[in-house]
């Protein structure tokens, strides 16, 4: 079965950056996106960027656009998330997942554990 595993969480001020990174194992080449979420405190789980395993196109939520790049390495099964300019309101555990068919949220079915970032104010 599918496994996957995030590292490079931490603790960083605000206005920092943080390069994440999701190693995938067991994936035998058949997955159409690696995603990336995020859980804060007492909120729900949100979907924040995703790539395509085949050509790297890559997609974000508004609330990290701009300050968030997403990309793969389909030889190494590893996906990165690199975040700058960090608010406090990005503390979360950040986790990754791929899914085998589209990109919908709803539908990744394979996950990691996650890592905590946490941004001080």
């Known amino acids: 079965q599918v496994q996957l595993k995030e590292s490079g969480g931490g603790l960083v001020q605000a206005g920092g950056s943080l390069t994440l990174t999701c190693q995938v194992s067991?994936?035998?080449?058949?997955?159409?996106?690696v995603g990336w979420f995020r859980q804060a405190p007492g909120k729900e789980r949100e979907w924040i960027a995703a790539?395509?395993?085949?050509?790297?196109?890559?997609y974000y939520a508004e609330s990290v656009k701009g300050r968030c790049t997403i990309s793969r390495d389909n030889v190494k099964y590893t996906s990165y998330l690199r975040m700058n300019n960090l608010k406090h309101e990005d503390t979360a555990i950040y986790l990754c997942?791929?899914?085998?068919?589209?990109?919908?949220?709803?539908?990744?079915?394979?996950w990691g554990q996650g890592t905590k970032g946490t941004v001080s104010s």
């Open positions: 997942a791929t899914n085998r068919y589209n990109l919908r949220p709803a539908e990744y079915d394979a």
């Open positions: 067991n994936l035998h080449g058949s997955s159409y996106a």
């Open positions: 790539t395509l395993w085949s050509n790297g196109n890559t």
